[in-house]
């Protein structure tokens, strides 16, 4: 419940803050240069959004070869858009995949920003054997009763998964790279109905989506290199 509170309590506050800016304005210059202005600041944002910030957030991380790659799961929504994001860790697949199918609220958590997405608490930062056993047909919650069912298992090399809605597919891919560890790349494929309210709801929910996947992309990849040099050295007899 807190999440919810929480995500409306940011998304409450983004539209505070645009009014304000507006009010502010219109008190300054009056209503038809006040209103000039703000919508002339609303056209500069909206166009470096579109030409710089989203083009470059809708890929962080990842190369030209990932972004092109065909990744599990990319066919079961047509024509849907795509975001791919990536880091580089330094293990094996086989390492990293642990801290990965235990992802999601209720469980290990997001690695991300916790007091906006887990309820305050914080993610693991171990590895918890009871959410060890995903498979097809689980939820990865994102909040209490929303999330993405699992569509497909593949140890240890990709989960997907399909928000219930049936409208976003999400990849977890981890590929390995000779001698230099593993890419964890991440793809998004949402696919929805274009209307005044979804176009709102994607403006807000793309550059928040960037922000908590990039920060849970490099959680990730800090615990399991923290975890990986500060295992005990096996016991030799």
Known sequence: MRTQMMIM????????????????????????????????????????????????????????????????????????????????????????????????????????YDWIDNDFQASADRILPEYQNLKVGDKILMMPKMGFVVESVDQPHSIVSVLEDGSTSW??????????????????????EITPATLFLTALAEPGTFIMEQKMLRTIRDRVETARTTEPEPIRS
């Open 9 to 112: 309590a940011i998304v409450g506050t983004v539209f505070v803050a645009g009014i304000g800016v507006l009010v502010a304005l219109v008190l300054w210059l009056g209503w038809l240069a006040g209103g000039g202005v703000a919508a002339g600041i609303l056209v500069a944002v909206i166009s470096l959004y579109l030409w710089v910030v989203k083009p470059w957030h809708m890929r962080w991380g990842a190369t030209d070869g990932e972004v092109a790659r065909t990744m599990p799961g990319d066919e079961l929504i047509p024509d849907a858009g795509s975001a791919t994001r990536a880091v580089t860790i330094a293990a094996t697949p086989e390492e990293i995949w642990p801290w990965l199918v235990q992802l999601g609220f209720g469980r290990a958590g997001w690695y991300s």
């Open 171 to 192: 990849c977890l891919g981890l590929y390995p790279i000779d001698g230099r560890g593993t890419r964890l790349v991440s793809r998004w494929r949402p696919k929805f």
